[in-house]
C-alpha cells in the first residue's frame, strides 16, 4: 500500500508548488515546514524529559529528541531520504524540478493490437477524451487539430498541431530505436507556428511479448525551440508534463479496454459533488 | 438529492453528514442502495491518520453489499431491484490482472494512479473510501453509493442468506480465505495465524475448512480466543500470556513451527514497553514508520521453507528481517483481496451451511450511530468485532 507518511502529494491539488516553497527547506530539504516544526517540538520534549531522567532510557530519548531537533532546525531527515520520503516540495517522486527537462516519455502496454489502437490518437473525439483531464481537442482540416486549455483562473490558451507522416531523424533518442522497428502504425505531430508551447510529439507501437498486447511509448519533446516560454506555461499551468504525459497513457489504456475512463465526477462527499482534479 | 453519509472530517474526527446521491456516471455503473455496510480494521489506519491523501469530507466505508437502485446503459447480468455484495477492490475485468484473477492490482479503476505511481511504481485498483491515492471513490458507509464496471463487480446473493451471511464475503472473508488459500494447504499442515479480527478469524476457518491440521490463533483479548476456539475451532495463544510467541508456537510444533502463518494484523501491530509512547507521538505528527512485531514474530516462528502469507496492511516498513526470509528459504504471499476471484465460493459455502461468518457481527447499529460503532470497533469496547450499520 502506498504510504508516505504525510500529505505531500495531496498538497498538489490545493498548494502549486512554488520555487519559494521549494527553498524553504534549504537545497536538500525533505522535511516539509509543520513537519519540521513538529519534530524540532517533539524533539525539543524528548530531549528535556530524556536529560531531565539522568539515565541510560533517558539518554536514549535525549538522543532521539536530539536527531529530531536537528532534523526539524535543518529540514533534512536522513530516514526520508532512505524512504524516498519528502514532505517539503510538492515533487512526490524526487526534489528535482521536472518542468525543465526537455523530452517526456512515458510508455504503458494495451491488451489489444495495434491496428486497434490508433484512432484514439486520430479521431478528435476520441483524443478530446484521453486529453480531457487538461484540454479539448477539435480538427480543422486534414491532420490539423485545435488544442484548448483552460488555465486555473479562466484563462484559455490554445494551438494548432498537424499530423506529419515522416519523423525527423532529431527525434530518434540515440540509437535506441532503428528504422527497422518503426510501426507504420507510428504518429508524429508538430505544432504550427506562434503555438504558446511549441512542442512535437510522437506516439509509438510495437508488439508486446507473448499475448501481452502492444507497448505504447508516447513522446513528446517541448524544448528546444520555446523552452523558457513553455516552461512558463507549464508552470502558469500547475501541471508536471510528465504526470500529464502519464495520466493521458492511463486514461487512453482504460478507454481502449474497457470502453471508459475511471473518474471521480458526481463523487459524493461533505465537500460537494465530484472529485475531480 | 441529498443522502446521509459518514464522512471523514480529521485524524480521530468521523461525522455523519448531508452528502450528495451518487449518479451513474459511466456507462457500465449501477448505484446501489446500501442495505449493510462494516467498518474494517483497515479504515483505522488513515482514522488515527497512519494513510496520508484523506480530504475533509471523505465518505468511508469499503466493505457493504445491497440492492441494485439505478442501472447504467451499458451494464449486462444485474438488474434494478437485485440483492448484491461487493468487493471492497474495483476490478475492470478486462485488463491482464483481471483476466489473471489478480483483482486487486486492476489496471483500469484508479482515476488516481498518478498519486500511487512515485511511491508504488505502479497503480492498484481502486477502492471505496479509502484515501485519495486508491482512488478517491465515495465509500459505502451511507445511504447510496457508485459501482463502477457493475458487471464484474456485482454478485447475486442467494435468497436464503441473511446480510450478516453475505456481507463479510465484500472483504473480511475474502480476504481471509485468500491468506489460507495463499498457504496451498496440505494434510497434517499447522497454520498460525495472528490477529483473531474479521480476518484472521476468517482465515482461521477457512484454513480448517481446506484441511489444515491444526489451526493455532494469535491474539490478547480474551472474547477473540474465545470465538477463534468456538466458531473457527482453533487453538489458541495468549501472547501477553507467554514469554515468546515464537517458543509457544516451536513448543507446540515438536520444535518445527508452522507450515504455513499468515499475519492479519498490519502496521498497527500493537507493542509493549518504551517503544510504545514513541510511537503514539510519531503517529500523531505524521513521522510513523510501521511497527511490524507480528510479521517479524511470524517470520522467526514458521518453519524452514514454509509459507508466510501477509494479509496486514502496511506502510513503507522501513526495518524488515529480509535474511531471515531468505536463510529459512521461506516462501512470502501477500496482496490486498483478488475478492471476484472467491466471492461466487464463498456465498455458496454460505449457501450450503458450510461457513458462516455472521457471528463477527457483534453490533448492529443505524448509519447515525456509526461514529459509535467505530469508537466501539477501534477500542474494541464490549466484545466488539465488527460493527456493521444499516442506513
Not at chain 1, 43 to 57: A, E, Q, T, Y
Not at chain 1, 104 to 118: F, H, M, N, Y
Not at chain 2, 134 to 140: D, I, Q, T, V
Not at chain 2, 243 to 252: E, G, I, P, R
Request: glycine share 12%; aromatic share 6%.
Amino acid at each position: 500500500m502506498t504510504a508516505q507518511p504525510n500529505d505531500a502529494s495531496l498538497a498538489t491539488a490545493d498548494e502549486p508548488a512554488t520555487p519559494s516553497s521549494r527553498s524553504e527547506s534549504g537545497p536538500t530539504g525533505n522535511v516539509g515546514r509543520w513537519d519540521r516544526l513538529g519534530s524540532a517540538a517533539l524533539g525539543g520534549i524528548l530531549l528535556v524529559r530524556g536529560l531531565r531522567k539522568r539515565s541510560l532510557g533517558g539518554a536514549a530519548t535525549a538522543l532521539v529528541g536530539g536527531a529530531l531537533v536537528s532534523r526539524g532546525v535543518r529540514g533534512h531527515s536522513h530516514l526520508y531520504r532512505r524512504l524516498g520520503v519528502n514532505t517539503a516540495g510538492n515533487e512526490y517522486r524526487d526534489p528535482e524540478p521536472r518542468t525543465d527537462s526537455a523530452t517526456v516519455e512515458r510508455s504503458i502496454t494495451v491488451g489489444k493490437p495495434a491496428d486497434e489502437l490508433v484512432s484514439y490518437w486520430r479521431d478528435p473525439e476520441q483524443l478530446s477524451r484521453l486529453v480531457g483531464h487538461f484540454a479539448d481537442v477539435t480538427t480543422w482540416g486534414k491532420d490539423r487539430y485545435n488544442w484548448r486549455v483552460y488555465g486555473p483562473l479562466g484563462q484559455t490558451i490554445e494551438w494548432d498541431t498537424q499530423l506529419v507522416s515522416d519523423r525527423p531523424d532529431t527525434e530518434q533518442p540515440d540509437g535506441d530505436r532503428s528504422d527497422a522497428t518503426r510501426s507504420d502504425d507510428d504518429l508524429h505531430w508538430e505544432t504550427i507556428e506562434d503555438a504558446p508551447i511549441p512542442h512535437d510529439g510522437t506516439v509509438e507501437f510495437r508488439p508486446a511479448p507473448g499475448d501481452r498486447g502492444t507497448e505504447v511509448t508516447l513522446r513528446v519533446q517541448y524544448d528546444p525551440p520555446g523552452g523558457a516560454l513553455g516552461t512558463a506555461v507549464m508552470r502558469w499551468l500547475d501541471v508536471a508534463p510528465d504526470v500529464l504525459v502519464g495520466t493521458t497513457l492511463r486514461r487512453f489504456k482504460s478507454l481502449a479496454e474497457t470502453g471508459e475512463i475511471p473518474t471521480l465526477e458526481a463523487n459524493p462527499s461533505a465537500r460537494g459533488a465530484g472529485d475531480l482534479v | 438529492m441529498s443522502m446521509r453519509a459518514l464522512c471523514w472530517h480529521d485524524v480521530n474526527d468521523l461525522r455523519v453528514d448531508d452528502v450528495p446521491e451518487p449518479e451513474l456516471v459511466n456507462p457500465r455503473d449501477v448505484v446501489l442502495r446500501v442495505t449493510m455496510t462494516t467498518a474494517c480494521g483497515s479504515d483505522l489506519h488513515f482514522i488515527d491518520g497512519y494513510l496520508p491523501t484523506m480530504r475533509e469530507g471523505d465518505v468511508i466505508g469499503h466493505e457493504f453489499m445491497g440492492e441494485v437502485a439505478k442501472v447504467g446503459r451499458k451494464v449486462e447480468g444485474v438488474e434494478e431491484g437485485d440483492r448484491v455484495v461487493v468487493p471492497s477492490f474495483i476490478g475492470c475485468g478486462s485488463c491482464g490482472y483481471c483476466q489473471d484473477d489478480l483483482w486487486s492490482l486492476c489496471d483500469n479503476t484508479n482515476p488516481n494512479a498518478a498519486l500511487q505511481e512515485p511511491v508504488l511504481g505502479d497503480t492498484t485498483a481502486g477502492i471505496y473510501g479509502y484515501t485519495h491515492a486508491f482512488g478517491g471513490y465515495a465509500g459505502s458507509h451511507a445511504e447510496y453509493v457508485r459501482v463502477p464496471h457493475a458487471d464484474e463487480n456485482c454478485f447475486h446473493v442467494p435468497d436464503e442468506l441473511d446480510d450478516e451471511q453475505a456481507l463479510f464475503a465484500s472483504d473480511a472473508w475474502a480476504t481471509g480465505y485468500m491468506g489460507a488459500d495463499f498457504c496451498d494447504i496440505e494434510e497434517g499442515d499447522t497454520v498460525a495465524v495472528w490477529g483473531c479480527g474479521g480476518v484472521g478469524l476468517m482465515a482461521q476457518q477457512s484454513a480448517a475448512l481446506m484441511g489444515a491440521e491444526r489451526v493455532i490463533g494469535i491474539d490478547r483479548f480474551p472474547e477473540r480466543l474465545r470465538l477463534a476456539e468456538r466458531e473457527a475451532g482453533s487453538e489458541t495463544i495468549d501472547y501477553t500470556a507467554v514469554d515468546s510467541v515464537v517458543d509457544a508456537l516451536k513448543a507446540t510444533t515438536g520444535g518445527r513451527g508452522p507450515d504455513a502463518c499468515i499475519d492479519a494484523v498490519g502496521m498497527e501491530a500493537h507493542g509493549t514497553g518504551p517503544a510504545h509512547a514513541y510511537d503514539r507521538a510519531k503517529q500523531q505528527l505524521k513521522l510513523h514508520t510501521d511497527r511490524g512485531e507480528a510479521l517479524r514474530q511470524a517470520i522467526v516462528a514458521c518453519r524452514k521453507g514454509g509459507t508466510l502469507s501477509i494479509l496486514g496492511v502496511y506502510g513503507l516498513m522501513d526495518k524488515f528481517p529480509l535474511g531471515i526470509v531468505m536463510n529459512k528459504g521461506l516462501t512470502v504471499r501477500t496482496a490486498q483481496q483478488h475478492g471476484q476471484r472467491y466471492v461466487p465460493d464463498l456465498l455458496e459455502y454460505a449457501a450450503e451451511g458450510e461457513m458462516d461468518p455472521s457471528y463477527l457481527a457483534t453490533h448492529e447499529l443505524e448509519l447515525e450511530e456509526s461514529p459509535r460503532g467505530y469508537d466501539l470497533f477501534k477500542h474494541k469496547e464490549d466484545g466488539c468485532v465488527r460493527p456493521v450499520f444499516v442506513p
